[in-house]
């Protein structure tokens, strides 16, 4: 079983949307972030949160430590929303982020 | 504008090459990361360096080498011992402070073998 795991993997939306994309951990985390990966490759960081909840634009990011979850949801979703969100810890026990799989979200007009 | 730059975009390496990927940062970074992706797969980390002229292996190091001369630049070489290069290379970096700091990603280069 991954330390972190993502759902869905693939998610197919219309544009106006509410999305959530979902992230579970398993080991004990000092930070949790939130990746987005466009379709030529580079990623973009979205949020970095260690609790609580943080918000830019129409992205929300939430985590609750004692259940070890994380969710990312996107407000009125664009077909510019596209991409491959990927989530990430930084372990307290070691010194790397290990990452989750990704979801690829597609959002049609 | 401060960023990364991967060089190149796409490389063809044929069989039993070494070849080197490129990673220059202008942000002032003393840690920086390089990380391999294959489809299905989550980021795995092949080398790390926190501070010029040191650097550590990652998860997955057999078959790669980096350098750490410059502050700015932290150059891959996949060699021939590396058994299944083909994958899409990331380079990062990020303050020294921790690992918890925002890392910030190139954009890549896709490596293929011909």
């Known amino acids: 079983k991954n330390e972190v795991e993502q759902s869905p993997q693939n998610l197919t939306a219309q544009e106006g949307e509410f999305i959530t994309i979902n992230c579970s951990y398993s080991?004990?985390?000092?930070?949790l972030h939130w990746l987005q990966q466009h379709p030529g490759g580079g990623i973009v960081s979205l949020f970095m949160l260690s609790s609580g909840k943080k918000k830019h634009g129409r992205l929300i990011a939430t985590i609750n430590i004692q259940e070890k979850h994380s969710s990312l949801h996107i407000t009125a979703s664009h077909p510019r929303d596209s991409a491959v969100y990927i989530c990430?810890?930084?372990?307290?026990?070691?010194?790397?982020?290990?990452f989750g799989e990704g979801t690829q979200l597609t959002v049609n007009p | 504008d401060g960023g990364i730059t991967q060089s190149p975009k796409y490389l063809f390496r044929k069989e039993g090459q070494n070849v080197t990927l490129s990673c220059e940062q202008n942000l002032n970074h003393d840690a920086m990361y390089w990380y391999r992706q294959d489809p299905g797969q989550g980021l795995r980390l092949i080398y790390y360096?926190?501070?010029?002229?040191?650097?550590q292996k990652g998860d997955i190091a057999e078959g790669y080498s980096v350098s750490r001369e410059k502050k700015e630049s932290f150059p891959l070489t996949v060699t021939s011992a590396q058994k299944n290069p083909t994958a899409f290379y990331l380079c990062a970096s990020n303050n020294r402070d921790g690992f918890d700091q925002p890392q910030h990603f190139g954009d890549g280069t896709r490596l293929s073998i011909l």
């Open positions: 080991v004990g985390i000092s930070a």
């Open positions: 360096s926190q501070i010029v002229n040191d650097f």
């Open positions: 990430a810890v930084d372990q307290t026990s070691g010194s790397r982020l290990t």
